[in-house]
């Protein structure tokens, strides 16, 4: 007897910035796409993590980074044959809800499904449900960025509770759960301990594919019980081929700041990446393939030579065997840049900031917040 299967092509972060938006307008935009769209357009659901709104309007928000891109990149994005997009991540609302809203509209004009954010929470926990061959398929996605609330607008959050209770309830009505999560250290190429715990938790709640972004850089993939885990899939779409927005990108994470950063200049790993190739059967992974590919300096996606395709592949195994055959001794590190990454996060932040953050702020935060606010405070009397 055999059984129906369901194809999964699944990408990483998508981020039309300024700078590739003056390189390639959205009218040439299928140039893009062109050397990989037969990857990704010959799969029943292909999605990728789209970073920045498609919008021209909005306010944007007092940050570090912002990226808005033209409307017209939806149709780009049919074009390349993703008909499913994430939008729970960190520069969704760039914008503001403005530029979220018309990044939905335009994807819907385009029939592009798309998950992870709306205007309150049951619009952003919405999964996208499927039925392709008698098989039904939710994909969800969640982030740390921009929780939304029962009023207003925001991403679905990645609080682990509500993930995992989340997760297995959609899990009761379908057959096969993808999960996107937009999480994670940037320039590391491994998971932190506690990225490891969020994402095994998510599989053992139900999630067949675990699908991780935000890194910047490709982690590493495992097979944990019965689900495929990618901890990061890398950027498919940035800028970072230019060696300045690379150096001003660096210097703004806690891995520059603490001297700990493993990244020169030269470096390309934030240019290099996967395409998953993945089929279900059977409510299981029957099989998956990781597909190599770059980001020229024309910020074109094409696929690896056979080389670097073969250098790439080793590096994503020995990373890989880390997971399951961790060294400990990288793990403290690794969390010690988590726990400065928190404290130069909310060191960026004004005293009325931080007092509307911690309403946010989960109960294992606390022991890095109290001391923040303890010298913000004696600061502000002073």
Same mark, same amino acid.
């Given at each position: ?125 919405? !999964?996208?449900? /499927?039925?392709?061959?008698?098989? &039904?398929? =939710? %994909?969800?996605? *969640?982030?740390? +960025? ?96 230019? !060696?300045?927005? /690379?150096?001003?990108?660096?210097? &703004?994470? =806690? %891995?520059?700041? *603490?001297?700990? +950063? ?99 702020? /989960? ?20």
């Amino acid at each position: 007897m055999t059984h129906e299967s369901v194809t999964l092509t699944a990408v990483g972060d998508i981020i039309i910035t300024p700078q590739v938006e003056k390189t390639i307008s959205p009218e040439a935009g299928d140039r893009i796409f062109e050397k990989v769209r037969p990857l990704l357009a010959d799969s029943d659901i292909t999605v990728g993590n789209l970073e920045c709104p498609l919008s021209a309007r909005g306010t944007p928000e007092d940050k570090e980074f912002t990226y808005r891109a033209s409307p017209e990149w939806a149709g780009v994005l049919r074009n390349a044959g993703f008909n499913v997009l994430c939008l729970a991540n960190n520069h969704i609302f760039d914008y503001g809800p403005l530029g979220m809203q018309d990044t939905v509209r335009r994807l819907e004009q385009e029939r592009i499904s798309h998950v992870g954010a709306g205007s309150n929470l049951h619009e952003a926990s919405k !999964p996208m449900i /499927r039925e392709i061959r008698g098989i &039904k398929v =939710a %994909l969800l996605a *969640f982030t740390y +960025s921009h929780p939304a609330k029962k009023s207003s607008s925001g991403c679905c959050p990645d609080d682990p509770d509500f993930m995992i209770n989340h997760i297995k309830t959609v899990r009761q009505a379908v057959d096969v759960v993808i999960v996107s999560i937009h999480d994670g250290l940037e320039y590391i190429d491994y998971p932190s301990r506690e990225t490891m715990r969020l994402f095994r938790s998510v599989a053992d709640a139900g999630a067949n594919v675990v699908l991780g972004h935000h890194p910047h850089v490709v982690q590493g993939v495992e097979t944990y019980k019965n689900s495929l885990i990618c901890y990061s899939l890398g950027n498919f779409v940035s800028d970072y081929t230019d !060696p300045n927005v /690379r150096n001003e990108s660096y210097e &703004k994470t =806690a %891995l520059s700041y *603490f001297g700990a +950063s493993p990244l020169e200049i030269d470096d390309l790993r934030t240019t290099e990446s996967f395409i998953l190739q993945c089929r279900l059967a059977g409510g299981r992974i029957a099989d998956y393939s990781l597909r190599p590919v770059k980001i020229t300096v024309q910020f074109v996606v094409v696929e690896m030579e056979e080389e670097e395709k073969a250098k790439f592949l080793d590096r994503v195994q020995e990373i890989s065997k880390w997971i399951t055959e961790p060294d400990e001794q990288i793990l403290d590190e690794i969390d010690t840049i988590a726990r400065k990454s928190m404290m130069l996060n909310l060191k960026r932040l004004g005293l009325k900031d931080v007092m509307f953050r911690a309403l946010e702020i /989960r109960p294992r935060h606390l022991k890095f917040l109290l001391p923040f606010l303890k010298a913000k405070l004696a600061k502000e009397v002073g």
